[in-house]
Every structure is written in structure tokens, then in C-alpha cells.
């Protein structure tokens, strides 16, 4: 059974940092990409950034210099770095695995302060 559950979000104040983490479970982790996506009110849900089987990696002009995504293919891990938020950050961010995607995780909200 293909689970995706993400963790780590949080309230923080502009300016700040929090580390997300994707836990997966029911599929071959290593080779697939990784991307976290993020949805806000009203919005449709994004593509943040990705990072293939080889760690190659890719970002939204919106969040590059400011977010790394990594992974930890021992544990089924994928880890989402994000320093200098800002409110537009604000959102639930979400796992999975483009371009197959699977069902989605719960998510997890993150809320930036000004």
C-alpha cells in the first residue's frame, strides 16, 4: 500500500526556517523522482521543487536560492529545506512522485508570518 506522509510544517516568522520530511512506503523509493508540491487557498496545487532517481535537482523561480530539496534513499525519505520564508510561502506542501503521481498525503501546513 503506497503511503505518503509529510511532517515538519509549522508557523514561523518571515525570514525563518522550517525542514520538511516525506516518508514513503509501498513502492520502489530509489528510483523514482521526488518533487513537493504546496497548494494555498484559492490556488492550484504547484510543483516546488523535484529531485530525480540521480539527485539531480529543480526548483520554482519562486523559491530557488531559497529551498533545497534533498533525499535520504536508506530511509524512504525526502526532506524539503526552506530558509528566508516569506507569507507567500504560506501553504499546505505536500509529496509525491511526478510525472506518476499517487495518491496524496495529508499534507502539511505551513504558515509564514509577516
Known amino acids: 500500500q503506497v503511503q505518503l506522509v509529510e511532517s515538519g510544517g509549522g508557523l514561523v516568522q518571515a525570514g525563518g526556517s522550517l525542514r520538511l520530511s516525506c516518508a514513503a512506503s509501498?513502492?520502489?523509493?530509489?528510483?523514482?523522482?521526488m518533487a513537493w508540491y504546496r497548494q494555498a487557498p484559492g490556488n492550484e496545487r504547484e510543483l516546488v521543487a523535484a529531485?530525480?532517481?540521480?539527485?539531480?535537482?529543480s526548483y520554482a523561480d519562486s523559491v530557488k536560492g531559497r529551498f533545497t530539496i534533498s533525499r535520504d534513499n536508506a530511509k524512504n525519505r525526502a526532506y524539503l529545506q526552506m530558509n528566508s520564508l516569506k507569507p507567500e510561502d504560506t501553504a499546505v506542501y505536500y509529496c509525491?512522485?511526478?510525472?506518476?503521481?499517487?495518491?496524496w498525503g495529508q499534507g502539511t501546513q505551513v504558515t509564514v508570518s509577516s
Open positions: 529531485i530525480q532517481s540521480g539527485g539531480s535537482t
Open positions: 509501498g513502492f520502489t523509493f530509489r528510483i523514482n523522482t
Open positions: 509525491n512522485t511526478p510525472p506518476h503521481l499517487r495518491l
